[in-house]
């Protein structure tokens, strides 16, 4: 019966390391939702801050971040639909898409500091966009890429081939069947990824500190090629750059950011688990 | 008509094409860029200081040694925590777990891994430091072991899931086999499942360490920031300063085409040609072990 019992001993062990893991996490969402609500007014929400920031508002940096999300879905979300359609409906396992596929893996990978140098290099100096919102949507783009194209790609390949076949033979062309049949049937799966890749873009910090964050700023950016406050950046200003800044602010800031990049998880939860009950095939 | 179609056709096939090679387009930018902005520093800076023990950039001090040896004591840490947990949980929820557990927990680790990083770490800074100091009575909270038990907690997402999805393409044949011969699950999960999802598992121990060493808000919240060289154990209660944090702190403070601006970029350059190791290795290691299944299966 020896092996009985190291196997409840074992099973404890496993059950008691999965606990540990998961009760920070949960920890850590309530603890800033309990420090966080005091800070949290309709003021808090839609003034600027004052007085170095440690009085006032913090919606130039709650509009930055809805900016730099908004550019990056608008330079990304096409580029990764089309890359994730030309790997599941077109390209052969070649040589090539092999190369593609690590070239993906590799994007995923590079450190997200790493992006901010590319950012930098290319799109502030090079392309003398300026430390601006374009700047930073497309360092943040880039980054977002292969979260996007992986996500697409995958909800691309669920559709059953049979729907193509019965659409390429009624006559339909190539494209005809991916734009009517194929996207139509994913749309769900590439929204779930799409809204994953956002989100990790709102909370990014180290891309923008160089090609797009402000410090401060009094007014609202007026055009891309501002620079902007952002949320991230802000929490990350007044937690460590900012002496004697009053830890309520501090708090609310944590719970705003943690908000948006909850917000938009619960989205994406929400639409796959209603694609996966509506779904026929 | 039809003419027209397939213009359209035409063009909108080629566009797809070109937005599939996109990716490779993207990494070869980058390379060529951290090359151009990291290359100089080889020419600037003497390799004999480049390769010294001081990093003290305002009197032409580049060392990166200690830099160096700050990423690698963080990221041991942060894979000493992320291995076991992350193993252990994703043999949890994959092989002994209910489903509706496995329906909750799948959902929470993945939210762990969509957490800024930034807000952890500022909780770093304001509860887990200070509880960190008092704790093993040390003269700062702010130390390499801090980072790596906040990169560990970051790294743990990764791990746990690759591994989980490794798990669970095992063939349930494997186990039944397994419990038919008498074993039990217990004895199933670690001669039987865990060693033919092996690479499945090294592949998200390999992808978690990579998102370690590349981690930059937390760790430079919560490290220190003190570019000394940490050679013993005893350097995690110390404070340390690791690669990333250093690009991070410093690159918005220098004037461009300065030698400490190629130096930031040369460090740089070593993070992306570590990461494009770490991430190649990994995908050989998955290629490999589907050639081995398709070996079995034919």
């Known amino acids: 019966m020896n092996r009985h019992l190291s196997q409840r001993l074992g099973f404890s062990l496993l059950t008691m390391v999965a606990v540990f893991t998961v009760v920070p996490i949960i920890g850590v969402i309530v603890y800033i939702f309990i420090q966080g609500s005091p800070a949290i007014s309709w003021e808090f929400l839609t003034v600027a801050p004052r007085a170095g920031m440690r009085e006032g508002g913090i919606l130039p940096a709650i509009i930055g971040t809805f900016y730099l999300t908004i550019g990056t879905a608008i330079f990304s979300v096409p580029l990764g639909i089309a890359a994730a359609v030309y790997l599941s409906e077109y390209s052969a396992d070649t040589r090539w898409t092999r190369l593609i596929r690590l070239a993906i893996i590799n994007l995923a990978g590079i450190p997200s500091v790493v992006y901010g140098l590319f950012g930098l290099g290319l799109f502030v100096l090079f392309l003398n966009f300026g430390t601006s919102i374009l700047s930073a949507s497309l360092t943040l783009s880039i980054m977002t890429l292969p979260v996007i194209i992986s996500t697409a790609e995958e909800a691309l390949r669920a559709v059953p081939q049979a729907f193509r076949t019965v659409s390429i033979s009624l006559g339909a062309t190539r494209w005809q069947t991916i734009r009517r049949i194929v996207l139509p049937q994913a749309l769900p799966g590439i929204l779930t990824g799409v809204i994953l890749g956002l989100e990790r873009a709102a909370g990014e910090t180290a891309p923008i500190l160089f090609t797009g964050a402000a410090f401060f700023l009094p007014r609202l950016p007026g055009s891309v090629f501002d620079a902007t406050m952002a949320l991230p950046y802000h929490l990350f200003v007044i937690s460590t750059q900012v002496p004697e800044m009053p830890i309520r602010i501090q708090y609310g800031t944590a719970l705003v950011l943690l908000v948006f990049v909850l917000g938009m998880n619960l989205i994406a939860t929400v639409i796959r688990s209603r694609a996966r009950a509506r779904r026929q095939w | ?298």
Do not use: C
Request: proline share 5%; aromatic share 10%; hydrophobic share 55%.
């Open chain 2, 1 to 298: 008509m039809k003419s027209e179609l397939t213009w359209q056709e035409f063009i909108i096939t080629r566009a797809i094409k070109a937005s599939g090679y996109s990716a490779i387009v993207f990494v070869a930018l980058i390379f060529f860029f951290l090359l151009r902005e990291g290359l100089p520093t080889l020419g600037e800076v003497p390799l004999t200081t480049l390769f010294s023990d001081r990093w003290y950039p305002i009197e032409d001090y580049f060392g990166i040694l200690p830099l160096i040896t700050g990423s690698l004591i963080v990221t041991v840490g942060a894979a000493l925590v992320a291995i076991p947990f992350g193993i252990g949980t994703a043999i949890y929820i994959a092989e002994i777990a209910p489903r509706w557990m496995r329906e909750i927990l799948k959902p929470l680790v993945e939210l762990l891994g969509g957490l800024p990083s930034v807000v952890l770490g500022f909780l770093g800074i304001l509860v887990f430091s200070p509880w960190l100091r008092v704790f093993l009575d040390l003269p700062t909270g702010l130390t390499a072991l801090t980072g790596s038990l906040l990169l560990g907690g970051i790294a743990v997402p990764t791990v746990v899931s690759v591994a989980e999805d490794a798990l669970d393409t095992v063939p349930r044949a494997y186990r039944e086999g397994a419990w038919a011969l008498g074993a039990t699950r217990w004895q199933t999960i670690w001669r039987v499942t865990l060693p033919a999802a092996r690479s499945g598992v090294l592949t998200g121990v390999m992808l978690g360490v990579g998102r370690a060493i590349g981690e930059t808000m937390a760790v430079m919240m919560v490290t220190g920031n003190a570019p000394v060289l940490a050679l013993t154990p005893g350097s995690l209660f110390s404070p340390v300063r690791t690669m990333t944090a250093t690009i991070a702190a410093e690159m918005g403070e220098v004037a461009s085409g300065s030698v400490h601006y190629h130096t930031l970029f040369f460090i740089g350059m070593m993070l992306f040609l570590i990461s494009l190791a770490v991430n190649v290795v990994a995908s050989a290691v998955v290629f490999q072990s589907k050639k081995r299944a398709e070996r079995i299966l034919s």
